[in-house]
């Protein structure tokens, strides 16, 4: 099974993708933990390129293939191998962040994206988990990471609020393997929610 968590910054993606791979591993299930931009050798230099320094520094265009070079590389380095092998990937952003970040925050590149998509990476996951979250508090506990990576939290309020009507307008598109779950709680809580839509698919 391949499971993806999407939602904008800090609506606590990583923090749920850490717990339920806990909570599977517990249950005595085979899991790999692995995100985007990153999750191979190749994918995580990428990801400083795109990450750190000048945010001019690629055009829109540029963006879009540098991303999903770095997405094809971890399907072919990483999670591909990892489903042949009959674990459980879960995956902290993938083509639905480049939908929505690259599609919608430099001017309208969704069809450029769909395009690259069907050419170069051709599968989207089994299960997707999107974290909604009020816009406000998504970016203030983005901002209150230290570290160099910034990136669209530096766009401010406006592209938050953005990226959230986009992300549910999305898990409209793909009912079949969106699941929106409420991340305005307590994270066990919200970890709980998610260990249930998870264990039920894979029932
Ligand atoms: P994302 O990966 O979506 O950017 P993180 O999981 O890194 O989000 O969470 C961002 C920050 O918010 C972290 O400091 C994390 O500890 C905190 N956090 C995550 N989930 C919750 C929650 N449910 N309630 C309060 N704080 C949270
Ligand atoms: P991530 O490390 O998940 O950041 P956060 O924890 O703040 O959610 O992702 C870093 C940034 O990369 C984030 O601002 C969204 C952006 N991004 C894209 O623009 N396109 C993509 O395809 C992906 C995977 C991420």
Known sequence: MFLTFEG????GKSTQARLLAENLRRAGRDVILT?????????EEIRSLVLEGDPDRWSAE?????????????LERTIEPALAAGKIVICDRFADSTRMYQGL???DLRKVVDQLHDLMIGRDPDLTLLIDMDPE????????RQGT?????????DLQRKMRAGFL????DYRDRFRVVDGNRDMDSVAR???????????
Do not use: C, N, Y
Not at 8 to 11: H, K, Q
Not at 62 to 74: V, Y
Not at 137 to 144: D, E, F, P, T, V
Not at 195 to 203: G, K
């Open 137 to 144: 508090i998504g970016l203030s506990r983005a901002k209150g």
């Open 169 to 172: 307008s999305l898990a409209d």
């Open 149 to 157: 990576e910034e990136r669209f939290e530096d766009f401010g309020l």
């Open 105 to 107: 925050s430099r001017g």
């Open 8 to 11: 904008i910054d800090g609506s």
């Open 35 to 43: 995100r985007e931009p990153g999750g191979s050798p190749g994918a």
């Open 62 to 74: 540029t963006e879009i293939l540098l991303f999903t070079a770095a997405r094809r590389d971890h």
């Open 193 to 203: 929610d998610v260990t249930d839509i998870v264990m039920q698919s894979l029932r």
